[in-house]
Protein backbone atom coordinates (compact mmCIF):
# COMPACT_ATOMS: atom_id res chain seq x y z
CA UNK A 1 0.00 0.00 0.00
CA UNK A 2 2.56 1.98 1.04
CA UNK A 3 4.48 1.64 -2.88
CA UNK A 4 1.24 2.10 -4.55
CA UNK A 5 0.27 5.26 -2.69
CA UNK A 6 4.15 6.62 -2.99
CA UNK A 7 3.11 5.95 -7.36
CA UNK A 8 0.11 7.84 -7.36
CA UNK A 9 1.55 10.48 -5.49
CA UNK A 10 3.99 10.70 -8.02
CA UNK A 11 1.81 10.58 -10.75
CA UNK A 12 -0.59 13.43 -9.32
CA UNK A 13 2.51 15.52 -9.15
CA UNK A 14 3.48 14.34 -12.82
CA UNK A 15 -0.59 15.19 -13.87
CA UNK A 16 0.13 18.59 -12.36
CA UNK A 17 3.52 19.45 -13.51
CA UNK A 18 2.42 18.76 -17.31
CA UNK A 19 5.30 15.44 -18.02
CA UNK A 20 3.01 12.70 -17.07
CA UNK A 21 4.34 9.62 -18.51
CA UNK A 22 1.40 7.97 -21.14
CA UNK A 23 3.38 4.51 -21.64
CA UNK A 24 3.21 4.32 -17.37
CA UNK A 25 7.11 2.96 -17.56
CA UNK A 26 8.20 5.64 -15.49
CA UNK A 27 5.86 4.10 -12.53
CA UNK A 28 6.09 0.34 -13.10
CA UNK A 29 7.50 -1.58 -9.76
CA UNK A 30 10.73 -3.48 -10.54
CA UNK A 31 11.23 -5.99 -8.12
CA UNK A 32 15.53 -6.83 -8.70
CA UNK A 33 16.36 -10.19 -8.10
CA UNK A 34 19.20 -11.30 -5.65
CA UNK A 35 22.67 -12.19 -7.69
CA UNK A 36 22.35 -15.51 -6.64
CA UNK A 37 25.40 -17.70 -6.64
CA UNK A 38 24.01 -21.62 -7.40
CA UNK A 39 26.33 -23.07 -9.69
CA UNK A 40 29.91 -21.14 -8.76
CA UNK A 41 32.67 -22.74 -7.05
CA UNK A 42 32.72 -21.78 -3.00
CA UNK A 43 36.35 -20.80 -3.62
CA UNK A 44 35.05 -17.44 -5.53
CA UNK A 45 32.70 -16.45 -2.42
CA UNK A 46 35.03 -17.50 -0.07
CA UNK A 47 38.02 -15.12 -1.75
CA UNK A 48 34.79 -12.44 -1.87
CA UNK A 49 34.72 -12.57 1.80
CA UNK A 50 38.45 -12.80 2.75
CA UNK A 51 38.97 -9.26 0.40
CA UNK A 52 35.42 -7.80 2.20
CA UNK A 53 36.38 -8.02 5.48
CA UNK A 54 40.53 -6.29 4.57
CA UNK A 55 41.79 -8.63 7.13
CA UNK A 56 45.69 -7.87 8.24
CA UNK A 57 48.14 -10.32 6.05
CA UNK A 58 49.18 -11.96 9.15
CA UNK A 59 45.93 -13.07 9.88
CA UNK A 60 44.71 -13.71 6.34
CA UNK A 61 47.67 -16.19 5.98
CA UNK A 62 47.46 -17.97 8.98
CA UNK A 63 43.66 -18.48 10.04
CA UNK A 64 42.48 -18.02 6.81
CA UNK A 65 44.53 -19.69 4.30
CA UNK A 66 44.12 -23.41 5.18
CA UNK A 67 40.37 -23.29 5.18
CA UNK A 68 41.26 -22.21 1.62
CA UNK A 69 43.68 -24.75 0.71
CA UNK A 70 41.21 -27.17 2.06
CA UNK A 71 38.33 -25.53 -0.11
CA UNK A 72 40.56 -24.77 -3.31
CA UNK A 73 42.06 -28.93 -2.94
CA UNK A 74 38.20 -30.23 -3.33
CA UNK A 75 36.44 -27.40 -5.03
CA UNK A 76 33.06 -27.97 -3.85
CA UNK A 77 29.76 -25.63 -5.60
CA UNK A 78 28.88 -23.14 -3.13
CA UNK A 79 26.32 -25.43 -2.13
CA UNK A 80 27.62 -28.37 -1.36
CA UNK A 81 28.86 -29.23 2.61
CA UNK A 82 29.51 -32.55 2.15
CA UNK A 83 33.25 -31.48 1.38
CA UNK A 84 33.41 -30.91 5.05
CA UNK A 85 30.85 -32.95 6.39
CA UNK A 86 32.44 -35.99 5.30
CA UNK A 87 36.12 -34.27 5.73
CA UNK A 88 38.01 -36.24 8.61
CA UNK A 89 39.18 -33.17 10.55
CA UNK A 90 39.10 -33.08 14.44
CA UNK A 91 36.36 -31.91 16.05
CA UNK A 92 38.16 -28.84 17.13
CA UNK A 93 39.25 -27.61 13.92
CA UNK A 94 35.85 -28.46 12.19
CA UNK A 95 33.91 -26.23 14.72
CA UNK A 96 36.36 -23.98 14.12
CA UNK A 97 35.83 -23.80 10.05
CA UNK A 98 32.20 -24.38 10.47
CA UNK A 99 32.19 -21.15 12.38
CA UNK A 100 33.77 -19.02 9.62
CA UNK A 101 31.74 -20.89 6.88
CA UNK A 102 28.42 -19.40 8.67
CA UNK A 103 30.06 -16.26 9.33
CA UNK A 104 31.26 -16.23 5.21
CA UNK A 105 27.40 -17.04 4.33
CA UNK A 106 25.99 -14.58 6.91
CA UNK A 107 27.78 -11.99 4.72
CA UNK A 108 26.79 -13.10 1.44
CA UNK A 109 23.14 -13.48 2.07
CA UNK A 110 23.20 -9.69 3.45
CA UNK A 111 25.04 -9.12 0.54
CA UNK A 112 22.50 -10.94 -2.09
CA UNK A 113 24.84 -12.80 -3.24
CA UNK A 114 23.26 -16.15 -1.93
CA UNK A 115 19.39 -16.88 -1.01
CA UNK A 116 20.42 -19.07 2.20
CA UNK A 117 23.09 -20.34 4.44
CA UNK A 118 23.66 -24.30 3.93
CA UNK A 119 26.15 -24.31 6.97
CA UNK A 120 23.32 -23.36 9.46
CA UNK A 121 21.70 -26.49 9.80
CA UNK A 122 25.17 -28.37 10.55
CA UNK A 123 25.95 -29.01 13.90
CA UNK A 124 29.08 -28.75 15.71
CA UNK A 125 31.04 -31.68 16.77
CA UNK A 126 31.61 -33.18 20.39
CA UNK A 127 35.07 -31.90 21.75
CA UNK A 128 36.60 -34.95 23.72
CA UNK A 129 38.95 -33.42 26.01
CA UNK A 130 42.11 -34.86 26.81
CA UNK A 131 43.11 -35.27 30.17
CA UNK A 132 46.42 -32.72 30.79
CA UNK A 133 49.59 -35.24 31.61
CA UNK A 134 51.81 -32.73 33.27
CA UNK A 135 55.32 -34.13 33.80
CA UNK A 136 55.92 -35.25 37.29
CA UNK A 137 58.63 -34.53 39.37
CA UNK A 138 60.73 -38.03 38.75
CA UNK A 139 59.53 -37.17 34.63
CA UNK A 140 61.29 -33.53 34.69
CA UNK A 141 64.55 -34.78 36.14
CA UNK A 142 64.66 -37.55 33.84
CA UNK A 143 63.98 -34.53 30.66
CA UNK A 144 66.48 -32.21 32.13
CA UNK A 145 69.13 -35.54 32.25
CA UNK A 146 68.54 -36.88 28.80
CA UNK A 147 69.24 -33.32 27.34
CA UNK A 148 72.44 -33.19 29.78
CA UNK A 149 73.63 -36.16 28.12
CA UNK A 150 72.45 -36.34 24.25
CA UNK A 151 71.62 -32.40 23.53
CA UNK A 152 73.74 -30.53 26.23
CA UNK A 153 73.48 -27.50 24.18
CA UNK A 154 69.46 -27.75 24.21
CA UNK A 155 69.53 -27.79 28.44
CA UNK A 156 69.26 -24.41 29.60
CA UNK A 157 66.66 -23.96 27.14
CA UNK A 158 64.97 -27.03 28.37
CA UNK A 159 65.26 -25.97 31.72
CA UNK A 160 64.01 -22.50 31.23
CA UNK A 161 60.77 -23.89 29.39
CA UNK A 162 60.25 -26.10 32.50
CA UNK A 163 60.34 -23.74 35.11
CA UNK A 164 58.95 -20.50 34.00
CA UNK A 165 56.26 -22.15 31.77
CA UNK A 166 56.51 -18.77 29.14
CA UNK A 167 55.31 -20.33 25.41
CA UNK A 168 57.84 -21.50 22.84
CA UNK A 169 58.10 -18.68 20.99
CA UNK A 170 58.57 -16.12 23.94
CA UNK A 171 61.67 -18.35 25.01
CA UNK A 172 62.65 -18.41 21.22
CA UNK A 173 62.63 -14.63 21.00
CA UNK A 174 64.24 -13.77 24.60
CA UNK A 175 66.94 -11.72 24.03
CA UNK A 176 69.21 -10.32 26.60
CA UNK A 177 67.93 -6.84 27.21
CA UNK A 178 65.75 -8.57 28.73
CA UNK A 179 66.92 -10.36 31.76
CA UNK A 180 68.74 -8.34 35.29
CA UNK A 181 71.34 -11.38 36.35
CA UNK A 182 71.95 -8.73 39.63
CA UNK A 183 68.01 -8.60 40.27
CA UNK A 184 67.47 -12.58 38.85
CA UNK A 185 64.61 -10.63 37.45
CA UNK A 186 63.18 -11.51 33.53
CA UNK A 187 60.90 -9.24 31.79
CA UNK A 188 58.30 -11.10 29.00
CA UNK A 189 56.77 -8.53 26.60
CA UNK A 190 57.47 -10.38 22.86
CA UNK A 191 58.09 -13.31 21.27
CA UNK A 192 59.37 -14.62 17.76
CA UNK A 193 56.54 -16.18 15.91
CA UNK A 194 56.13 -17.83 12.83
CA UNK A 195 55.73 -15.47 10.29
CA UNK A 196 52.19 -17.07 8.06
CA UNK A 197 52.83 -13.96 5.82
CA UNK A 198 56.05 -15.31 4.15
CA UNK A 199 56.76 -19.20 3.91
CA UNK A 200 55.76 -20.29 7.48
CA UNK A 201 59.14 -20.75 8.68
CA UNK A 202 60.68 -16.88 8.59
CA UNK A 203 59.92 -15.45 11.87
CA UNK A 204 58.89 -12.12 13.08
CA UNK A 205 59.24 -10.15 16.19
CA UNK A 206 56.11 -9.16 18.06
CA UNK A 207 54.35 -8.55 21.55
CA UNK A 208 52.82 -11.58 23.78
CA UNK A 209 50.03 -13.49 22.40
CA UNK A 210 47.66 -11.44 24.61
CA UNK A 211 49.53 -8.43 24.71
CA UNK A 212 50.54 -8.69 28.37
CA UNK A 213 54.29 -8.28 30.11
CA UNK A 214 55.33 -9.83 32.94
CA UNK A 215 57.78 -9.96 35.60
CA UNK A 216 59.40 -12.92 36.44
CA UNK A 217 61.24 -13.83 39.94
CA UNK A 218 64.17 -16.29 38.51
CA UNK A 219 64.83 -19.21 41.39
CA UNK A 220 68.36 -19.57 42.20
CA UNK A 221 69.29 -22.76 39.82
CA UNK A 222 67.56 -21.05 37.11
CA UNK A 223 69.50 -17.63 37.58
CA UNK A 224 72.49 -20.00 37.94
CA UNK A 225 71.96 -21.75 34.37
CA UNK A 226 71.59 -18.59 33.03
CA UNK A 227 74.58 -16.78 33.98
CA UNK A 228 76.35 -19.81 32.89
CA UNK A 229 75.87 -19.49 29.10
CA UNK A 230 76.45 -15.73 29.21
CA UNK A 231 80.05 -15.48 28.11
CA UNK A 232 82.01 -12.74 27.08
CA UNK A 233 80.58 -9.93 26.02
CA UNK A 234 76.73 -9.90 24.86
CA UNK A 235 74.87 -7.20 22.97
CA UNK A 236 71.50 -6.48 23.82
CA UNK A 237 69.64 -7.54 21.69
CA UNK A 238 71.37 -11.02 21.02
CA UNK A 239 68.96 -13.98 21.86
CA UNK A 240 69.70 -15.90 24.61
CA UNK A 241 68.87 -19.23 23.02
CA UNK A 242 69.92 -20.18 19.65
CA UNK A 243 70.77 -23.23 17.63
CA UNK A 244 74.70 -24.66 17.91
CA UNK A 245 74.94 -22.26 14.73
CA UNK A 246 73.55 -19.56 16.51
CA UNK A 247 70.59 -18.96 15.11
CA UNK A 248 66.82 -19.00 16.12
CA UNK A 249 65.62 -22.01 17.34
CA UNK A 250 63.09 -23.32 15.28
CA UNK A 251 60.44 -25.11 17.17
CA UNK A 252 59.40 -27.67 14.83
CA UNK A 253 62.69 -28.68 14.17
CA UNK A 254 63.32 -28.94 17.95
CA UNK A 255 60.56 -31.16 18.49
CA UNK A 256 61.21 -33.19 16.04
CA UNK A 257 65.28 -34.01 16.46
CA UNK A 258 65.81 -33.48 19.79
CA UNK A 259 62.23 -33.63 21.91
CA UNK A 260 61.38 -36.70 20.41
CA UNK A 261 64.46 -38.26 20.91
CA UNK A 262 65.36 -37.85 24.69
CA UNK A 263 61.89 -38.61 25.47
CA UNK A 264 62.39 -41.45 23.71
CA UNK A 265 65.48 -42.31 25.14
CA UNK A 266 64.66 -41.56 28.72
CA UNK A 267 61.55 -44.24 28.75
CA UNK A 268 58.81 -41.14 29.12
CA UNK A 269 55.81 -41.37 27.21
CA UNK A 270 55.46 -38.24 24.54
CA UNK A 271 53.89 -35.36 25.06
CA UNK A 272 54.85 -32.24 22.96
CA UNK A 273 56.84 -29.46 24.53
CA UNK A 274 53.87 -27.32 25.47
CA UNK A 275 53.17 -29.68 28.30
CA UNK A 276 56.01 -27.99 29.94
CA UNK A 277 53.42 -24.93 30.18
CA UNK A 278 51.30 -27.25 31.76
CA UNK A 279 54.05 -28.81 33.97
CA UNK A 280 54.69 -25.27 35.51
CA UNK A 281 51.03 -24.08 35.99
CA UNK A 282 50.00 -27.51 37.61
CA UNK A 283 53.27 -27.37 39.78
CA UNK A 284 52.17 -24.21 41.13
CA UNK A 285 48.67 -24.94 41.73
CA UNK A 286 49.58 -27.83 43.93
CA UNK A 287 52.46 -25.96 45.54
CA UNK A 288 49.36 -23.14 46.53
CA UNK A 289 50.05 -20.63 44.80
CA UNK A 290 46.13 -18.68 44.15
CA UNK A 291 44.66 -18.72 40.86
CA UNK A 292 45.40 -15.07 40.18
CA UNK A 293 49.06 -16.02 40.24
CA UNK A 294 48.95 -18.87 37.83
CA UNK A 295 47.09 -16.31 35.99
CA UNK A 296 50.13 -14.08 35.67
CA UNK A 297 52.38 -16.46 35.34
CA UNK A 298 50.90 -17.80 32.44
CA UNK A 299 50.15 -14.30 30.81
CA UNK A 300 46.78 -14.63 31.10
CA UNK A 301 44.41 -11.25 31.99
CA UNK A 302 42.19 -13.10 33.94
CA UNK A 303 41.64 -16.76 35.40
CA UNK A 304 39.35 -17.63 33.01
CA UNK A 305 41.18 -19.72 31.39
CA UNK A 306 42.99 -21.10 34.17
CA UNK A 307 39.91 -22.08 35.64
CA UNK A 308 38.43 -23.44 32.19
CA UNK A 309 42.19 -25.87 32.04
CA UNK A 310 42.95 -26.28 35.63
CA UNK A 311 40.22 -26.70 37.14
CA UNK A 312 39.70 -29.83 37.89
CA UNK A 313 42.90 -29.24 39.88
CA UNK A 314 41.60 -27.13 42.23
CA UNK A 315 40.12 -27.34 46.21
CA UNK A 316 39.54 -30.83 44.91
CA UNK A 317 37.89 -32.68 48.16
CA UNK A 318 39.38 -35.50 49.30
CA UNK A 319 37.01 -38.72 50.22
CA UNK A 320 35.42 -39.22 53.50
CA UNK A 321 37.39 -41.82 56.42
CA UNK A 322 35.30 -44.62 55.88
CA UNK A 323 36.15 -47.38 58.38
CA UNK A 324 36.69 -50.15 56.35
CA UNK A 325 37.53 -53.05 59.67
Not at 140 to 160: A, E, M
Request: glycine content about 6%; hydrophobic content about 40%; proline content about 6%.
Amino acid sequence: MKTAEAIATRIQNDILGGHFDITLDSYRVVHKTPHKITHKALITLWDAWAVHLDLPVTTREHHYKAIRQQILKVNPDVTDTLWLTQSTLGASTFNQRLGYLKACFKWAMSAQLVLSNPYDIIKNRKVVSNDIKPFTGAEITKILQGFDLLFPHYSPFVRFLMVTGVRTSEAIGLRWQHIDLDKGEVVIQESLSRDWAGNGYQRVRKETKTGITKHLYLPPGLLEVLKSIKTGVMTPDALVFTTPNHKPIDDGNFRERYWVKVLAHIGVPYRNPYTMRHTMASHAIDQGTPLTGVAYLLGHKDTTMVMKTYGHMINRPRLPDIPLD
